[in-house]
């Protein structure tokens, strides 16, 4: 069996999707698969099913739920253990998406320690396709926000860590559609537009790029009352001159390009004259 979470809780048993009924399951599941080989507590799985109130059933809910998961996971070769008053979904990594992710981005970084960022960066690229959605998305468990919340840092770090690497790598333009896509999911993060900034710069899209940077300035002040960072005003000024400094050396190709044709054509009609005038005294 292989458990997806970086994105809709998923089960599969080869090429077939297995079907986890009920919420209270799925947010005990979840429990369970976010903190894979390691023990949850009765306790701590009562509060992720009903949020702090529980009913007084709700021990013997959740073990009767867990003797069912445990049968079909046994399909599979999986176990759920018990220790004392905790459970504990055994896996290996390659069975589970986030550990797989979280695998990944370990071996980028000895990569990048020893500097193989062509390694690197094809590291973090794998493990960032491996997201498929949001952490668990579609359960809400107040009680699992907390390491939702862990997952999505570590997501957050790995592709602030493969636009490093890219970006070192001379790679600025390459990163650009990934960089639209992520602003999107990240629309406050002022690092990754500027970084999206930087990449149009670099691709010769200078004024979409201060475009970028203005509206990421709109957003902050219009819907969370602040203002952008030193490093976005320093960066938008920056793109600015340059987007000038583009416009007038366009303007100036636009007239040596003009200049160029009115000779040509000067000296075409001179030719033509010349050549008139030797036909005429032929």
Not at 12 to 38: D, H, I, M, P, W
Not at 192 to 204: F, P, V
């Given at each position: 069996m292989e458990f997806y979470f970086l994105g809709p809780l998923t089960i599969?048993?080869?090429?077939?999707?297995?079907?986890?009924?009920?919420?209270?399951?799925?947010?005990?599941?979840?429990?369970?698969?976010?903190?894979?080989?390691?023990p949850v507590s009765v306790e701590r799985l009562i509060d992720v099913v009903w949020d702090h109130r529980p009913p007084g059933t709700a021990r013997q809910q959740i073990q009767n739920r867990l003797g069912r998961l445990r049968a079909l996971l046994l399909t599979g070769g999986q176990r759920i253990t018990r220790t004392g008053n905790s459970y504990a979904l055994e896996v290996s990594e390659k069975q589970i998406d986030g550990l797989r992710f979280r695998q990944l981005c370990t071996q980028a970084e000895q990569a990048r320690c020893a500097g193989q960022l062509d390694r690197a960066a094809s590291l973090l690229h794998a493990g960032l396709t491996l997201w498929r959605g949001s952490t668990i998305q579609g359960i809400d468990s107040p009680a699992l926000r907390g390491d939702i919340v862990r997952w999505e840092e570590a997501r957050l770090r790995a592709i602030e860590a493969v636009v490093a690497v890219e970006f070192s790598r001379q790679r600025h333009s390459a990163m650009t559609t990934d960089l639209y896509s992520w602003v999107q999911h990240y629309p406050y993060?002022?690092?990754?537009?500027?970084?999206?900034?930087?990449?149009?710069?670099?691709?010769?899209r200078t004024a979409e790029a201060v475009h970028v940077l203005h509206q990421l300035k709109l957003r902050l002040a219009r819907e969370l009352g602040i203002n952008a960072g030193t490093g976005v005003h320093g960066l938008h000024r920056r793109l600015l001159g340059a987007d000038v400094a583009e416009a007038d050396e366009s303007a100036q190709l636009k007239r040596q390009a003009a200049e160029a044709i009115h000779r040509a054509l000067t000296e075409t009609t001179q030719a033509l004259k010349v050549l008139s005038n030797a036909i005429a005294s032929y």
């Open positions: 599969r048993s080869g090429a077939t999707s297995v079907y986890l009924s009920g919420e209270r399951s799925q947010k005990l599941f979840a429990a369970l698969l976010l903190n894979s080989n390691q993060h002022e690092g990754l537009h500027c970084s999206l900034a930087e990449a149009l710069h670099a691709g010769s």
